[in-house]
């Protein structure tokens, strides 16, 4: 495949519209079906040149930090955080499903499209410090913002 480059999702017009055509492109290219994929991050693999992904860049992480490759909640977190361009691939659900049969904890969270938390453009799944119950993700707010509007 050929590098296309980074996109900045949160600059789209239509942010949304370009992460369902990505999903069918990729759904075509494998013969998978939609509704089997889910969409996971991989920080900091941006220039990654699979077909089943894109490239983002200036997303940012409210309510959490990402270390050692899964996120995690630390005693002094910082409100948000800059993420580093990273790759978004479409995943098959089974897939997804052995990585938690490996003893890795993994949630969804949304991704909004700016700070008003109005727009939600879809789920991405993330690693997560397993020893955090799961309602704690949800009373601290994490998600991940597409623009910030600075």
Same mark, same amino acid.
């Given at each position: 495949a050929e590098y296309m480059? *980074?996109?900045?999702?949160g600059m789209l017009l239509f942010p949304d519209a370009?992460?369902? $055509?990505?999903?069918? &492109?990729? $759904?075509?290219a494998f013969t998978w079906s939609l509704e089997?994929? *889910?969409? @996971? +991050?991989a920080l900091g693999s941006a220039g990654a040149t /699979? /077909?089943?992904?894109?490239?983002?860049h200036?997303? &940012?992480? !409210?309510? $959490?930090?990402? !270390?050692?490759?899964?996120?995690?909640?630390?005693?002094?977190v910082a409100e948000t955080s800059d993420l580093p361009p @990273?790759? +978004? &691939?479409?995943?098959?659900?089974e897939t997804a499903s052995k990585i938690k049969q490996d003893g890795k904890a993994r949630m969804a969270f949304p991704l909004y499209l700016n700070g008003a938390r109005t727009t939600v453009l879809c789920q991405i799944h993330f690693e997560v410090d397993e020893k955090v119950p799961s309602y704690v993700w949800y *009373?601290?707010?994490?998600?991940?913002?597409?623009?910030?509007g600075e």
């Amino acid at each position: 495949a050929e590098y296309m480059g *980074e996109v900045c999702l949160g600059m789209l017009l239509f942010p949304d519209a370009f992460i369902t $055509a990505t999903r069918q &492109t990729v $759904a075509r290219a494998f013969t998978w079906s939609l509704e089997n994929l *889910e969409l @996971s +991050l991989a920080l900091g693999s941006a220039g990654a040149t /699979d /077909d089943k992904g894109f490239n983002v860049h200036g997303l &940012t992480l !409210e309510g $959490a930090v990402f !270390e050692g490759g899964r996120m995690r909640i630390p005693a002094d977190v910082a409100e948000t955080s800059d993420l580093p361009p @990273s790759r +978004l &691939t479409w995943v098959q659900k089974e897939t997804a499903s052995k990585i938690k049969q490996d003893g890795k904890a993994r949630m969804a969270f949304p991704l909004y499209l700016n700070g008003a938390r109005t727009t939600v453009l879809c789920q991405i799944h993330f690693e997560v410090d397993e020893k955090v119950p799961s309602y704690v993700w949800y *009373e601290r707010g994490v998600c991940l913002v597409a623009w910030k509007g600075e």
